[in-house]
């Protein structure tokens, strides 16, 4: 008989249920990717297997055919969602940037992605976001030279009912990155089991 090695893992491994989709939403230029990443950092330096499904990287590649009509975005999120939930099922903590801007977009991905979606609302009102403008594309936006860009000519809903809102308007990067660390562990290393053993679980030496 095979020896199981230390990296197998079967449908009945407790770490299946634990690693969370963090689905991050808001405007551009929010934070979204720059809190995204850094969770992602902190979380490995901690131990646990993290990944980033950024909107960016992903419309370079598996979403490139797709523009901004809210019909092509639906279906980015469809394929978003779709990854992220192979790449949690691995136990992986998957942290989605994704504008997303209509609750109807966000439910579809929670469809998808089922109970261990979460949804994180980066928060940050429209001045912010404009005053920033880390890749000139409000600018670009307000000048007609983009049309469907979020917040400018296309409406954002802000989530009701987030399971969690940074508000990155009023905090500094790191303050924001902490609260994230601490909901993440709050919510995924102490579901059914004690804290330690379900931290144990999602960490990457056990898996
Ligand atoms: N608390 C904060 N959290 C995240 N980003 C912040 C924060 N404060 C200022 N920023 C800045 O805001 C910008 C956010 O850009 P980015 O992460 O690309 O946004 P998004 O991915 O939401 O479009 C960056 O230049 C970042 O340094
Ligand atoms: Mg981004």
């Not at 980033?52 to 590649?61: A, E, S, T, Y």
């Not at 797709?66 to 999120?77: H, I, K, P, T, W």
């Not at 954002?156 to 902490?178: H, S, W």
């Amino acid at each position: 008989m095979l020896a199981r090695s230390s990296c197998a893992m079967g449908p009945n491994d407790a770490v299946f249920s634990y690693a969370p989709v963090l689905w991050l939403t808001g405007l551009p230029g929010a934070g979204k990717t720059t809190l995204a990443h850094a969770l992602a950092t902190v979380l490995m330096a901690r131990g646990f297997r993290a990944m980033v499904l950024g909107g960016d990287v992903l419309r370079q590649g598996l979403s490139r055919d797709l523009g901004f009509s809210a019909r092509d975005r639906y279906e980015n999120v469809r394929r978003v969602s779709e990854v992220a939930a192979i790449l949690a099922r691995t136990g992986q903590i998957t942290v989605v940037a994704l504008i997303s801007p209509l609750a109807t977009m966000r439910n579809q991905a929670r469809e998808v992605i089922g109970e261990r979606f979460r949804q994180v609302y980066v928060k940050a009102g429209l001045e912010v976001c404009e005053a920033r403008d880390s890749k000139g594309l409000y600018r670009k936006a307000r000048r007609g030279e983009l049309p469907d860009f979020t917040g400018v000519s296309v409406h954002c809903e802000p989530p009701l009912n987030p399971d969690l809102v940074v508000d990155t308007g009023a905090r500094t990067v790191n303050e924001c990155v902490t609260q994230l660390r601490i909901f993440v562990e709050r919510e995924f290393a102490n579901i059914g089991t004690t804290r330690a053993s379900a931290r144990k679980l999602l960490r990457r030496q056990a898996v």
